[in-house]
């Protein structure tokens, strides 16, 4: 079982809907991401958190909008989608986001599968 | 400038094959840490390996070892006796100081194991 708990697992959405993905870990871990999966490809970088504060932003369309309420949760506001957003989202987890870690694993969860109509 | 090359698209093998994924890495930070993931069909990536950039010993777990060659830039993934479990998307990822936060990932392996 993942200790990076997603939901929901499935998400179908139209052009014009709000919705939210969540991600919950309770590992005391204090770096949390979001990362976008399209088929046959690798996780690309969408944001991270650190210590519950943004610390990167790749460049994201304002349609996707993290928030880190507290340590142990993570959610991606929906909004506007387009079809070509339609993807698998993974959340992951590690330790600390602090210079000397970056060899820290990620811990990933199962992902939801988002598809946009 | 990083990058991973996986050049394998797609791997099929019969079960009990032994299987070599190939993974070439590109870096200027003298620091560094690579890594195998492993995806199966169910989406998530399960952590498999992490090397650092001045521990060039091998690793073996069970069916799996790693070979790590600096002064090729590879990190060749290896399972013996392959097993349908097996089967999955297989990515390996760099990290290094001057990216923190940031794996970069290659484009990934297909291993298809048939019984």
């Known amino acids: 079982d993942t200790e990076v708990t997603q939901t929901p697992k499935h998400l179908v959405m139209g052009m014009t809907n709000k919705k939210s993905l969540k991600c919950e870990q309770h590992m005391g871990h204090r770096a949390m991401y979001w990362y976008k999966q399209k088929a046959k490809k690798p996780p690309e970088l969408m944001f991270v958190?650190?210590?519950?504060?943004?610390?990167i932003n790749e460049s994201v369309p304002s349609r996707f909008s993290p928030e880190c309420p507290n340590s142990s949760l993570l959610n991606l506001h929906l909004h506007a989608l387009q079809p070509e957003d339609s993807a698998l989202y993974l959340c992951a987890s590690s330790p600390r986001l602090e210079e000397r870690s970056y060899n820290s694993p990620l811990h990933f969860g199962n992902g939801t599968r988002l598809t946009v109509t | 400038a990083q990058k991973v090359t996986q050049a394998q698209t797609e791997i099929s093998v019969v079960e009990k094959e032994d299987v070599t994924l190939d993974c070439v890495y590109e870096?200027?930070?003298?620091?560094?840490?690579l890594f195998w993931y492993k995806q199966p069909p169910s989406g998530e990536l399960v952590f498999l390996i992490r090397?650092?950039?001045?521990?060039?010993q091998n690793e073996i777990s069970g069916r799996y070892s790693w070979n790590f060659q600096k002064s090729t830039s590879s990190f060749n993934f290896t399972i013996t006796a392959s097993q349908v479990v097996d089967s999955a998307v297989y990515f390996c990822a760099l990290s290094g100081s001057s990216n923190t936060g940031k794996l970069i990932f290659g484009q990934g392996t297909t291993l298809q194991v048939k019984p």
């Open positions: 958190y650190s210590y519950e504060k943004l610390s």
């Open positions: 870096t200027r930070d003298t620091t560094y840490y």
């Open positions: 090397r650092n950039s001045f521990d060039e």
